[in-house]
């Protein structure tokens, strides 16, 4: 059975409703610094589990499957880049068509376990290598 789907435009079911927030404060944890921070230098860090070796992107403070903390071992990651998934936005929240449809994707490291979400510029397909040209939260990546 695939999983894979691909709708079109029209075809998709949408939900409007409204969530009122007046304040959210999201503390990040010393590892979720260390990320952000490395996205301040360009970098994108992982955590590696002492025990399995997986690097874990974004980077956290535990391995889930050995239960042991990573977050004493954060590593720079230099894998290929590529596109997991991802969906084109052809309307903003108001029901508008946009002049340019958006592309946003999970973007997959090679030898990581996790993804980071991106804004994908250029004509997106999965499995494709991209360039990241913006260490923002999220992304912003070029396909090669």
């Not at 029901?95 to 993804?115: A, D, S, Y």
Request: proline share 4%; charged share 25%.
């Amino acid at each position: 059975m695939a999983w894979e789907k691909r709708g079109t435009e029209g075809s998709l079911v949408t939900w409007y409703d409204n969530m009122e927030v007046e304040a959210y404060v999201y503390t990040a944890g010393p590892v979720g610094e260390a990320f952000i921070k490395g996205l301040n230098d360009k970098k994108i860090l992982g955590s590696r589990c002492p025990k399995c070796g997986r690097v874990y992107v974004p980077a956290r403070m535990y391995c889930e499957y050995c239960f042991i903390k990573t977050e004493d071992t954060l590593v720079e990651v230099k894998g290929r880049a590529y596109i997991y998934t991802y969906t084109t936005v052809y309307k903003d929240h108001y029901g508008n068509t946009l002049q340019t449809p958006l592309h946003i994707g999970l973007i997959k490291f090679e030898g990581v376990t996790g993804g980071l979400l991106a804004y994908i510029d250029g004509k997106p397909e999965i499995g494709k290598e991209v360039e990241i040209v913006s260490y923002g939260i999220p992304l912003k990546v070029k396909v090669k």
